[in-house]
């Protein structure tokens, strides 16, 4: 059984039938550390969903790159205002360490909430766990300081072993230096 039939049965009760169809939908491609899986300015058509290794959102600015999202195992990801209005993607989504990711054609998703009441379940608890984790973090960046905000990433994920300095330092929503010295200052 793989990552992603344990994932969708963790979530929603499907037949062997409807889970191994679903399953046979997606394609399996390997990435490598930095390599983009979705390009700024590229049309989305795909859902996402990473097996092994990790992702990262990043906004281009004309100052600086800036590390919005960081995305591991086990969790969907995709660019939904792309997907949803049509337009190309205002972010790209990089590899951060070699990564094997299942991808399913968005009109093949929406057809099997049509076709699996179940399924449908399953795209709702997908959007409501990313919503809930989108709020969660804009609190954070809201009621908590920089050090604060590293102590928490630091207790909910291996990120803090998995992504370089710099680019965590931009997701935190600090310099690399003060990420060094709040590292030094809690040791």
């Known amino acids: 059984m793989s990552e992603l039939e344990r994932y ?7 037949s062997e039938e409807e889970i191994r169809e ?16 979705i390009q700024k300015g590229q049309y989305v058509t795909k859902y996402f969903f990473i097996a092994t290794g990790g992702v990262r959102i990043v906004i281009e600015t004309p100052e600086r790159e800036i590390t919005a999202w960081l995305i591991f195992e086990n969790h969907f990801f995709s660019d939904l205002e792309a ?3 049509g337009q190309v993607s205002r972010a790209k989504m990089v590899a951060i360490e070699d ?3 299942y991808s399913i054609d968005a009109h ?3 057809a099997f909430y ?3 009441p179940q399924w449908q379940a399953f795209g709702r608890k997908m959007m409501e766990d990313a919503f809930l984790t989108v709020v969660d973090s804009l ?15 630091l207790e909910q994920s291996e990120a803090i072993h998995r992504v370089p300095l710099k680019q965590l330092a931009s997701y935190l929503g600090i310099t690399p ?3 060094s010295r709040i590292r030094r200052n809690i040791r």
């Open 99 to 101: 990564t094997r990711i």
């Open 108 to 110: 093949t998703m929406h």
């Open 22 to 37: 679903i399953v046979q939908a997606f394609e399996e491609t390997t990435f490598k550390n930095d390599q983009a899986i």
């Open 139 to 153: 609190i954070s960046f809201q009621t908590m300081d920089a050090e604060a905000r590293y102590l928490r990433l």
């Open 177 to 179: 230096n003060s990420l």
């Open 83 to 85: 997907l949803r209005s």
């Open 8 to 14: 969708i049965q963790s979530k929603v009760n499907l």
């Open 114 to 116: 049509n076709r699996f």
